[in-house]
Each structure stands twice: as C-alpha cells, then as structure tokens.
C-alpha cells in the first residue's frame, strides 16, 4: 500500500519539473523515515554505498572518450570514409548514418553521445540529398540508441553495478543484440528508401576514394577493436578499459587528428566530471527507492505474487516489456534502470530467466524509452540539432517503431542472441 | 521490550541466518520475551561494514561480521588473522576461547563496541584448476584470488603467490578462463562456487581459520538489565559452543563431496605443516613487534589453558 | 587504473591500492561537483508539462521543485553528519590497504549535502522572483557540448 504509492509518487514530482534524482530520493527517503521505522542514517549509508562501487568508475571515463570522439569531429572522418562505398545504394547516405552509429556505439557508452555525435555531421547533409527532415532526424536518433546496446554501455555498467552482475559479461551479451538491431534497421531504412524514393545515389562505389581515406581513418576503427577486444579476452576489467579508452580518445583527438586543443581538452574534461555527476546523483536517487522497495517487502511480494499467479516466464516476460515500454514514456534510461532494475531482477531470477539476457531485455527497453514521447532524450537532442520541433522529430521516429518493437521481442524471446556470446 | 537489530549480509537460507535465528529463540526463550531479537538477512537492512558502522547510533544492535571487519576498528584485533593464530583444537577448548574473546574485546571496548564470542567461519585452502600442488614450492608464480589483510598478503608474496583481488561472482569465471590459477576460499565456496571446475584443493590445516566475531553495541549492552545482559551473553555462548563443532563437520562433509566427484584433496603432513608455520612465523614478526602485550598476554593464555602449540 | 592494468596485465602485479584511490578520488569529486552540476543547469529534469502551464502555474511548481531539492538536500545532511560521527568516534578505516579514516572519506557526503543545499535556496529564491530555477547559470560557463548524457 505504501510502497504502491511511491511510483506515482515520483512521477508527480517529475511532471512538477522536480530533478530527478531529487523526485526519486525524496520519495523513498520520505517513505522510510515515514513507514518504514528505519533509522535516518540508514539513508546516508545506502545513497553513499551506491556510489562507491568500483563498476561505477568505468562511467567517467567513458563519458570522457565519448566526449572527445564527439569533439573530435571523428563522425565526418567516417561518414566519407563510408559513404564512399555505401552511396551507390539507393538510400545510401542514410545507411552510412546507420554504420557510422555502430562505430560510434562501439566507443561511447550512451545513446544521446552517439546520436549528437552523428547528428551534428549528418543532420544537414541528409537534407542536402533531399530526405525529409523528420526521416533524418528519427533515422540519428535512433542509430544513436546502438550505443546503449553494443558496448561499452552506461545502462549494462548500470545494471552491473546495481543488481551486481560482471560487467564484462554484460558487454559481450549486447554484441549480437545491438549488430542484430543495426542489420534489422539497415533492412528498414533501405525498405523505406525504396518505396519513398529518398536521397540520392552516386553511379558507383568510389573504391579510390575510399582507399584514400582508409589509412587516416585506421586508428579511430582500432578503438572499437581494441575496446571489445580487451574486455573479451578478460586482459583489463571494464574499469579499466573506460580509462585505456579515454586515453586512446585523446591521444586520437590532441596528437593523430589534432581536431581537440588542449583548453578544449580541458572544457570536455569538466562538462564529463559534470554529466557522470548527474548520472551519479540519479543512481543515488535510485538506490533509495531500490532500498525501500526491499526494505518494505515489496520485491519479496512481488516474487511470491508471481509464484501465486502461476505466471511462466513467457508471460512474465511479456508484461515486463509493456511495464517498461509503458514507464519508458516518462522516464529516461537512467531513471529506468535504477527505479525497475532492484525488482524487476529478482522476480525474473525467481522465474529461471539468466540474469544476463534479462539485462539485455532491459537495455533494449531503455533503448526504446530515449526515443518515445513525451520524454524521450534522443527526440530531444535531435530536435536541437535538426531544428525541428520535439513531434516532429517523434512523428518521423514512429516508422523505426515497428523494427525495435521486431527486435525488442527477438531479443525476448530468443535467448540465444544474448547468451552465444557469453562464456 | 527492548529491540534488538542483527543485520547479515548472507543469504536467508545460509546457515549463518539460521545460527542467528537460533541465538533468538534462545534469547527469547530466556528473556521471557523481553529482548526481540530481529534478523535481517542478505543485506536487506544493512550489509556487515555498514551494520559495524551503525553499532551505536541506535538503529544496530549486534553484527556478526567476518573478524577481518573488526580490523579496520581496531588493528590489534588482527590477531585473530594471523596464519595459524587459531585452530579447532584451540577454540573447542572453552577456556582459551573465551580468554581469547576478551583480549579481542578489550581492543574495541574504547570505540564502544564489545565482542561477545567468536564462531567458527571457515578454515580456507587453496583450490586451482589445472596444478596440482602438494607443496610450498609448487604454488610459486601462480595467480591466486584472495580476500585478506596485509599480513595475510604479504605471507602469500613470501609464497611467490600474485594475489588478485576481484569480486566473488567472478572468480568462478576467471578461474575456468585462466585469468587466474587459483582461489583461496571456504569448502562452501569450493562446492557452491567453483564446483569441480576447481579439481586441485591444497590444505594446510589451521593456515587460515577465519572466524565470525559477535559485536554489540556496548553502550546498549551495558545499559540492559543484569539478567537481561546475561541472558544474551549466556545464549551467544551456547550458540558459540556448538557451532564450532556442527560447523566443522559440515565442512569435512562438503570436502568428501568434492572428493566423490573427483576433486583431489591434499593435506599437508606434519614436516611440511612445520614449513608453513615456519614461514608464518617470519610473516607475522611485524605484528608481533607493534604488539608486544597482546603477544604476551595470549602466549599466556595458550599455557594457563593447556592449548599452547 | 592504467597503471594498475599495466602491472597486472604485463608484470602480474595488482595494486589493490589503486583501484581503492581511485574510487574515492570520485566519490568527492561527484560530491563535490553535485552544486555545480545544478548551477550548470545538467541535473536530469524534465519542464515539459511545466512550460504548458500558465506563468502562475510555472510558478507555483519552480516553487515547489527548489524546495523539494532542499528538503531532498537537508535530509542527505542530517541523515549523513551523525554516521559521521560515529565513524569519528568508533575510528573505523577504510577497507584494505589505504587506511583513511571513514569519517574523512564520509564527510565528503555532508559537505556534498550543503553544496546542494545552497544551490536550491539560490533556486527557491530565484524560483520566487518569478525566473526559471533551473537554468544554467550566467556565471557556470557551460561549454556548447555541454548536453545530458
Ligand atoms: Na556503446
Ligand atoms: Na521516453
């Protein structure tokens, strides 16, 4: 009764224009100094605990190389280098946005940090070859959704970090799930390109051209090799592969390209301490309400409600993906994962689901959260960069709709495309 | 009726739960009902660091951490850690046990705690996945995970051992990947974590017999009614007495399990339990040096209860 | 960390002592950073059903925003300054090898709580003039990257 009271709760204090990690730690405080006949250091201890965790670390760093990748105008270098080849296709410059996300989802951890990334070198020219508008924004805010999937992720090192699960793990299970959704996006976008006979093709494959670009363009494709590489071998943890990559960003920013000068350097370094800063606070926010939740029985009530209910996993499942289809309107991806990770977790790990393709559910939600109206930050970032208004923006994502609902049920009810790649 | 709060960080269906659970009834049962002893398992209200830290706001009573926790308190208490600083034989014995428990309590009664008895947590070895080691010398230049304090560490360098420290979900995983050689853990940890995957267990009996230290608030303590403060002592140590034993048996009980799948057990013999305690001698020197009365005061302790080895 | 990756990957070596700096390293500097990230305007919120409303509406919950956060702000100050305390008095050290004293790591949390806390009254009192709380602050400087992650 209590408990249920908490999530509307926090939803009022979020339509108020309340931060989030203030609507989400207020409330759980409130109900534990209230209900829950807790002791008030209790609070201080859990909000402190949450942040001290060494998975948590790898977020920083991660944000920094996002950052500099971004700054370091490394988008253009590959959309030529693609485009060169991939614009003999009908469409083609929209496929070469999509390819150039899974490069970009490949070293930043977000799906906003891909999607600005891209969109600032993309946007304008999509419109130049005469694709609409909407359909180029929708198709960069969407592409920018792979970097939440295809690691290194902030919602797998999230969800590592809050329900206790190897982050490394995590990364390789996004692997196929995030190049299956790419694969799933390119065959709608040439789908759409086809019968809406959008933007322009060049007569053939600039092979030259792209031979030209390739060896400038041969360190920034090593960060992605080198990223997964390392973590797949178990040579560094996640933790420390987030500062390898930061490193490797930089020097590819300052020394190789020499696209980033130090003052800015330094302007990307703070605008990071200040987004993982944020990030920080809601996780803080969200470990509250993690523990109320507990404390207050309403995981234990909530597993032993669906042992009642006799509920297989399937339908578990099913009703999870509507809960966080359905939450995912109003939340962004962090908030997501640190209000639904404490309960959903335990319930699916009580119904036999691996915990690790259960994440992976999670994500391609929250994937899907950052693009659904009325609070979604991809349609946010892109409607800045687009100049376009945020429906306008939502209305040109609804199309891409149809393809991440396709994988977000793949992804649920195929295990084995988490799971292949994990040992 | 006065509260008391005993938080873990073990599973609710651990034995540790049920020990406590157990140390409950009987205080109810003593009590009349007059002490409610309320256990919150698997970290639910506190995890053990933070359950410590709270003893004395008021909101914990009694914690039963790993007495490595007690260390951060009072490094003195790191006694109880030395290799070879307590065996079977010596806590079964019910006078060295509870002298030994009031020379640790002494440490922390400053800092307004109190240690009540100590339990029997697990005597640890070695498991590896693929080197069967029968001798000190076989374990040089192995990648082993350890949880332990400095003197602990600094005994597994004087071994050649690299010891790695990493999360306890993991290790499982990174044993069978070989990113590293070997764990050093419990027989539960060996059975319920690592399975036969682990075929190789080196065990020095006594090496490293870690123990449960009960803590309690000592202000709240102090402050109970004298029968009600006698209730809770005289419970704890009924619960302490038998736990040893019972504890010990389920541990040789999960090894000869691992044996019947397979597993290779090997035990030290005396000549070479000789050389560790040898070596543990040297890695303890430290200790001893910046500790000169605690020495003295359990060496005699060992003699006045016939324990001494 | 690198050097801690370096020496376990290529010497065998683990620093436990690295990773333990480095987490608490972060743990002030989030503390330390969380009034800033305010004043930056970058702490995560949402103002579309606020921008629909009528000004007095808009200021009814700018009102009631900033004061959440404070009273958000004041109990992370006085659910953390007796824990402390404690940490004080029981001289507890950090886990393993760095040895510092808990309080000295946990007061980052109060001192975080007062930052906070200063941005919000800021916020209430703007909130009261009848401006936007939550904007970026002339004097913060937000570079143009400077979006939500
Ligand atoms: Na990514
Ligand atoms: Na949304």
Redesign the interface.
Known sequence: MNAALALPAVLV???????????L??VA?TLL?LFGGVP??????T??KS????S??AI??F?LA??LM??GRIAELMIELVGSIVRAVRGGLAQTVLITSVFFAAVSG?S??SA?AIGSATVDGLKREDYPARFAAALVAVGGTLGLMIPPS?GFILIGAIVGLPVDKLFMAGILPGIMEAILLMVGVAIMARRNNYGHKIDRPDFRGFASRLPMAVPALLMPVLVIGSIYSG???P??V???AA?YAALLCLIVYRTVTLGAMW??A??S??????????VMGGSLVGFVMARIGVSAALVSALHAAEMNHYTFLLVVNLLLLFLGMFL?G??LIVLTAPLLFPAAVALGIDPIHFAVIMVANVEIATLTP??G?NLF?MSGIARLPVHEVARGVMPFFAIRLTALALITYVPAISLALVK | AETLVLPNEVAATHWKTDYQKQFGDLVKQKTGGKIDVQVFPAGQLYNE?DA??????GSVQMVWPVSVRIE???PQTGVLNLPFAVSDKMMTNACFSSGLTEIISSYVEP???KVLALLRTADLFFIFSGKDVKKMEDLKGT?VRVTG??IF?DTMRRLGV????MAASEMSSALSQGAIDGVFTSPAGWAEMIGISGKYAWYVPGFQLATYAVVVDGAWYDKLAPDLREAVSSSIHEIAQREWVEAKAADDKLIEKMKAQGAQFHVADEAELARWRDLAKRAVEPFDKAHPDLVAKIKKLEASCGVGG | ??T??FS??FL???Y?WA?ES??YL??W??FL??G???R?G?????????AALPPWGQWV??M??SL??L??SL??L???V??VE??Y?????????LDLP?WAL?LA?PIGAVLLAIYYAGGLVRAWKGKDP?LPLPESG??E?????
């Open positions: 204090f979020l339509a108020i224009g309340c931060h989030v990690a203030v609507a730690g207020l405080a100094v008030i250091t209790v609070i201080a201890q909000a402190f942040v001290n965790s060494y948590l670390m920083p760093m944000v996002g950052n971004m700054r977000s906003v940090g600005a902030l040579f560094l943890t933790t420390e987030s500062a390898f490193g302007q990307t703070r605008d301490i200040l987004q993982t800063t944020m990030i920080f606070a809601v962004d962090i908030a009325p609070i930050l970032v | 660091q410590l830290a709270a003893l004395g706001t951060s308190i009072a800092r307004g705690l990648k304090g400095r560490l690299s010891p790695v420290s | 960390m690198l801690e990756a376990r990957g065998g070596h683990s436990f990773e480095v987490r972060m743990i500097a989030f950073a969380i800033a990230t305010g930056n970058m702490h995560i919120r949402t103002e579309m059903l606020v919950c700018n009631l925003a959440a956060g009273v958000f109990i992370m006085f659910a953390s007796p824990q404690r940490y008095t029981m001289g507890m050290m950090t886990e393993s090898t808990m946990f949390m939550f937000l570079s990257t400077g979006e939500k992650a």
